[in-house]
């Protein structure tokens, strides 16, 4: 299973852009790339998810470069309510094998007015 | 609204008496998910169900154990709490497939305590 390495905490400022990046260097050629969110006492969120190069939605951006080694998520002007953990997730899905997704530590992000 | 349910979002147990705790899902998905996770600590995976399949983590302990009764509904069954089983339990659900993964929606918690 491909590890992750993501940097502890984060602090920004409200309107700011916030880029958290991932570092995955045995990333397998199947895996792709997810990232979730977590407020305090709640289950995780799905954010975003890509496989290589850029992928938007309407929350967040994800940059992959073409060795695919690392990941960056890009969160655009950054309110009180992003203040929360990003989890980096690498794996794959295989049929009955759905539970290679596993958690990293996390970058705990507070956003500070 | 499709939803993942836990009930009861808070459990007191004692120690080494068993505990259920049970998770509910409309979005009728194949793959259900139990994860603990601990103050401060990342979600730790337990097992899954992929329909009636069930995949057990390699370092999940025997005192844990999981029921599927049909695809709404999946257990965590803890035979023997410890202190050390005190956490949130986390259950998840997803659509199963091979090659790209699938979204989990997860549940708000039960957040266990062991006395």
């Known amino acids: 299973l491909a590890k992750t390495t993501q940097p502890i905490s984060m602090d920004s400022y409200e309107g700011q852009e916030v880029n958290i990046t991932c570092s995955h260097n045995n990333i397998a050629t199947n895996d792709y790339i997810t990232w979730y969110q977590q407020f305090p006492s709640q289950g995780p969120r799905f954010i975003i998810q890509g496989y290589k190069t850029k992928v938007t939605n309407e929350v967040a951006s994800l940059f992959i470069p073409a060795d695919r080694k690392s990941s960056t998520l890009s969160l655009p002007r950054v309110s009180l309510s992003d203040t929360a953990v990003y989890y980096c997730?690498?794996?794959?899905?295989?049929?009955?094998?759905?539970?290679?997704?596993?958690f990293g530590k996390g970058t705990k992000l507070s956003v500070k007015p | 609204d499709a939803m993942v349910i836990q009930n009861p979002r808070y459990q007191v147990t004692q120690f080494g008496k068993p505990v259920t705790l049970s998770c509910s899902q409309t979005l009728n998905h194949n793959v259900m998910y139990w994860y603990q996770q601990k103050s401060s600590q990342a979600p730790k995976l337990l097992f899954h169900y992929y329909d009636k399949d069930f995949n057990n983590e390699a370092d999940t302990p025997d005192n844990f154990q999981s029921r599927r009764p049909n695809t709404s509904f999946c257990f965590l069954d803890i035979r023997s709490p410890g202190l050390g089983d005190a956490a949130m339990y986390l259950c998840?659900?997803?659509?199963?497939?091979?090659?790209?993964?699938?979204?989990?929606?997860f549940g708000p918690g039960t957040r266990l305590t062991v006395t």
């Open positions: 997730l690498v794996g794959s899905a295989n049929g009955g094998s759905q539970g290679n997704l596993i």
């Open positions: 998840a659900t997803s659509r199963g497939g091979t090659g790209t993964p699938y979204e989990q929606y």
